[in-house]
């Protein structure tokens, strides 16, 4: 086991140094407080294209939707399709207004759009929440990975990641993030690819044998007549209206230059998703011909990084095996990074930076603040994945899409488009979906569920708990219709007015 | 269709502004009833168009789980010796949602320049001498 080990360790150790080096390089112009928030909104929209599809592109795209399709068949490719569906949802209905808006973080945009603390405290709550729940995952594939692989104990996985990613937001903030994140689009995209092509030229050598598969494999929706088709259609809200709620990733809006450059940034997103989402299905195809004994032993989570060696034997396989690990390890730290980002962010406006200020008796510098604020966000999910037993990496991420269906989705998508929303009926749509989902979410990992229609209810909550967002912010925003915010319609035109009118009146 | 000749503004070259002269941009900020009305066209123009784009991806995308499920036979259906509904789900969806934003901006972006063109024009309209 020790030789089989060698290129998954070597790697890893590339990966991590690689990291860390484009880490550091990004940390001689990363220098102001603004740099490490949003990179002072001056990237490109291809540059920023790459990193938000590295800093999406997590465990569970580059590892967890070949093993579904593996298993589940066509059903399974909802999660793929939604989760590039979601950018299209977000393009034509929140990212020019959300990066005209002009606020950093999501409780900013909720503060300034309805001028309240208390949704501001709401929507913080709830970044931190969603992306600890979105981070659990990732520290916890990164332990069953670093297992298959090169035998490692569980917990070294979270340790060594939560330990790069700590670093590397820490010392550059967002501005250096954003180079190691386009870096890891295309690493993850290689590592799925060249190995994709190599076995299907393995393959084609072979004589094309056919995939044996069951005949529910080439059937979009779940099993079980209605119950199924209310599943398969809960997947596909949650994940199409989550997209634009995750708070990894509406932070990078903020880092466009305009709203146009947003729009244009989302466009380049939607084709670098396709580009990578078509090739977890041929691992799938090929798995189901050569890797039958993974489904039999329940481990098809480790199919794109076990199916090389038995394709392909002696060091082809080795350096194969060496690749796929580098792009899983690539998809934990890009992912993690990101949410230790957006997490840091909202814990430095909302709790160290007035802590510190409290303390000193001063304002405090806004860097060791954000410092301070990483260490929280990362070391709190890292505790947890090593203290918690697993999950499951699809569970987890399955119900933070749903979550932040159910909350961030009708705020952003009532708050651009229309004036009549009060603080009341947000925080009111805030509770009652996130209760909602939340609650539902919490009742599914602790395992306690009934068959049938409840459990389908409670494990796909978003086909219930968004609608029921929706009403209920705007039912009780017109009934609080008085407490509407006087600057309401102004701030509508500020995000829907394009840019060059307000940098060029006259001409 | 964006072919169907529409109304076009037919305007001299510019001009040299007057000094006094004001355009419609602050109209459109301070949110006078005439700026009211412009914006509020906008608004509706761009959120007609991204409910036009979400009802396309409604009828082609969302409703494939329906037509599967009211009709079973179509996964017995090959195309290139794979089912259907993997090379629908698995590869044609994504140059499709990439062609459909790519509509969407091009869209956007010239509503928004026509919401410019307007608010700019009328000034140089009204501020004749």
């Known amino acids: 086991m ?3 080990a060698v290129p998954g360790v070597v790697a890893v150790l590339l990966v991590s140094a690689v990291t860390l080096g484009i880490g550091t390089w990004g940390l001689r112009v990363s220098r102001t407080t603004s740099d490490f928030f949003v990179a002072s909104r001056t990237v490109h929209p291809r540059l920023n294209a790459s990193a938000i599809g590295g800093e999406y592109l997590s465990a569970a795209s580059f590892l967890g939707v070949a093993g579904l399709l593996l298993v589940g068949g066509a059903e399974m490719l909802w999660y793929p399709v939604g989760w590039t569906a979601g950018y299209l949802v977000l393009l034509v209905l929140v990212a020019a207004p959300l990066r005209r808006s002009g606020a950093y973080t999501l409780p900013d945009f909720a503060e300034a759009r309805l001028g309240s603390k208390a949704v501001r405290a709401a929507c913080s709550l709830l970044v931190v929440g969603v992306g600890w729940l979105y981070l659990l995952p990732q520290f916890e594939g990164a332990g069953i990975t670093l297992e298959a692989t090169i035998d490692a104990p569980e917990w070294a996985g979270p340790l060594i990641v939560g330990t790069v990613v700590l670093v590397n937001v820490a010392a550059g903030g967002m501005r250096s993030i954003t180079f190691v994140q386009a ?3 295309w690493l993850k995209l290689t590592a799925l690819l060249v190995p994709a092509m190599v076995l299907l030229a ?10 044996a598969a069951p005949d529910h494999w080439s059937v979009p929706v779940s099993g079980g007549g209605a119950i199924g088709l209310y599943a398969t259609y809960s997947l596909i809200l949650a994940t199409f209206l989550g997209t634009m709620g995750l708070p990894h990733v509406v932070v990078r809006f903020y880092t466009n230059p305009d709203g146009r450059g947003a729009r244009r940034t989302t466009l380049v997103v939607l084709a670098l998703l396709g580009l990578f989402y078509v090739w977890p299905p041929v691992y799938a195809g090929l798995g189901r011909i ?4 993974l489904v039999a ?3 098809s989570d480790v199919l794109v990084l076990d199916l090389p060696r038995l394709m392909v034997p002696g060091v082809g396989g080795d350096v194969l095996t060496g690749l796929v690990t580098a792009g899983a390890f690539a998809a934990f730290l890009s992912t993690a990074s990101g949410l230790a980002i957006a997490v840091s962010g909202v814990l430095t406006q909302d709790v160290t930076t007035p802590l510190l200020g409290r303390r000193l008796g001063r304002p405090a510098a806004g860097v060791p603040a ?4 990483a260490v929280a966000a990362v070391v709190v999910p890292v505790v947890v994945s090593l203290v918690v037993p697993n999950v499951g990496v699809a569970v987890s991420v399955g119900l933070a899409f749903a979550v932040a269906a159910s909350t961030f989705c009708p705020l952003l998508v009532l708050g651009i488009w229309w004036h009549g929303l009060t603080d009341v009926g947000a925080v009111a749509g805030l509770a009652a979906g996130g209760l909602g989902s939340g609650g539902a979410a919490v009742l599914t990992v602790t395992g306690a569920i009934p068959s049938g229609w409840g459990g389908a209810l409670l494990s796909q909550p978003a086909a219930w708990s968004t609608p029921l967002a929706f009403v209920v912010m705007v039912v009780v925003s017109l009934w609080t219709a008085d407490r509407a915010p006087a600057h ?3 701030f509508l035109v500020r995000l829907h007015t394009p840019e060059a009118l307000d940098a060029s009146p006259g001409t | 269709m964006s072919e169907v000749p529409q109304r076009v503004r037919v305007t001299g070259p510019p001009r040299q502004r007057a000094l006094g002269q004001r355009s419609r941009v602050g109209d459109v900020t301070e949110q006078t009833p005439l700026g009211g009305v412009y914006l509020r066209s906008l608004l509706r123009e761009q959120l007609a168009l991204a409910v036009r784009v979400l009802a396309t991806v409604g009828v082609t995308v969302v409703a494939l789980p329906l037509v599967f499920h009211l009709v079973p036979s179509l996964s017995e259906v090959r195309v290139l010796g794979l089912p259907l509904a993997w090379v629908l789900l698995g590869g044609v ?6 062609l459909l934003g790519w509509r969407y901006v091009r869209r956007a972006e010239r509503n928004e320049r026509v919401f410019a063109d307007l608010v700019r024009g009328e000034a140089e309209d009204e501020g004749a001498p």
């Open chain 1, 183 to 185: 870096f890891q689009y």
């Open chain 1, 297 to 299: 032993e329940g481990r």
């Open chain 1, 290 to 293: 050569y890797g039958k004994d």
């Open chain 1, 2 to 4: 020790s030789t089989d």
């Open chain 1, 488 to 490: 309401a319609r102004r």
């Open chain 1, 370 to 373: 954000f410092r301070i604020s």
């Open chain 2, 93 to 98: 969806v994504y140059p499709f949602l990439l």
């Open chain 1, 202 to 211: 393995v393959w084609w050598d072979d004589g094309r044998p056919p995939a």
